[in-house]
C-alpha cells in the first residue's frame, strides 16, 4: 500500500505543537527534517535539539482525507497564517527495514564498536556497545562523539574512575565501563537523556557499574577522568567544576569545540590544565588535558 507524506515547514517554536497535531489526526509517524542544510549538532545538556527552520512531515495512508488536517492546523495557529506544506507519494516499503540497514556497526579506536541490537556484532570478541540510533542522542556518528570514543579506546585500562557530563544516551559512559572503568558517573539535566542512559545500560548489562544524576546530584569525591562533549559555551562556564571533580593529575576531555573556538576553551582552562595539542576531526575538535 503506498503513503502519503505531509510535508510542513516550520519554525522551531511551532515544530511541537504541529507534530502533536499530526499525530492526533492519524500520522502512522511523525518526523523532523532540515529545511534550510543546517547542520544539527549534538546539543548541551537540556537543550532540544532541533533546526531553526525545519519541516514537519507525517505519515499517512494514502486514502487519508488530508484537507481537514490542514484545517485543523490552520485553526490551531490562526490568526498567523497556514504554514507552507505539500504532499508526496511514496512507495510501499519496509519501513523497519529501511531503517535497519542504514545503520550498520561503526568501529571506534582498536578494540570499541557501537552496534544496532537487532544483529550479531561484526567481531563477537571486541567491546561491543549495543545502542539503537534515534534523534536526541548520540550513538558516535557525529564527530564529536567520536572523537571522545577513539580517546577512550586508546586511554582506559582497567580500574579508572569517570564522569560523562552531559551524557545524553550514555554512549561514553557505556564504551568507558565496557572499556574497563570500575565506576562511571552519567550526568545530564534532562530527564529524558538520563531514562535512555538507564535504558541502554540495562540493554548492555551495565546498570551497576552506572550512576545516574543531574548535576546538582553529582556526589564530589574527585574522579580520574571528566570528559564533557556538549559545546563551547557551557564548557567556558564549568571549567573550575571540572578542576574540583578531578584528582591531580586526572585527565579531561572537552568536545564540542569548534576549531575557531579553540584559543578561547584554552585560555580558560589553562589555569587548572596542562593542554595537549587539539585533535581534529571535520570541523569539530577535541581537547585533552592533566590537572595540575
Known sequence: MPWLQLILRTSQQNAEQFSELLSEHGAASV???DAADQPLYEPPPGATPLWEQLEVIGLFEADQAI?????????AIA???MAPWKLELLEDKDWQNEWIKHFKPMQFGKRLWICP?????????AVNIL?????????GTHPTTALCLQWLDETIRGGETLIDFGCGSGVLALAAVKLGASHVWAVDNDPQALLSCRSNAEKNDLGQRVSLCTPEELPHP??????????????????PTFAKLLKPGGDIVLSGILGN????????????????????????VRLHGVKK
Open 31 to 33: 518526523t523532523l527534517r
Open 131 to 139: 545502542l539503537d540510533p534515534g534523534l536526541a542522542f548520540g550513538t
Open 222 to 239: 574527585p574522579v580520574d577522568i571528566v570528559i564533557a562533549n556538549i559545546l563551547a559555551n557551557p564548557l567556558l562556564h564549568l571549567a
Open 117 to 125: 541490537s537487532w544483529g550479531p556484532p561484526p567481531d563477537a570478541e
Open 79 to 81: 490568526p498567523l497564517p
Open 261 to 284: 573556538q579553540v584559543k578561547m576553551i584554552e585560555s580558560r582552562y589553562c589555569q587548572w590544565f596542562r593542554l595537549d595539542r587539539p585533535v581534529q576531526l571535520e570541523d569539530w
Open 67 to 75: 484537507e481537514p488536517i490542514i484545517d485543523a492546523i490552520g485553526n
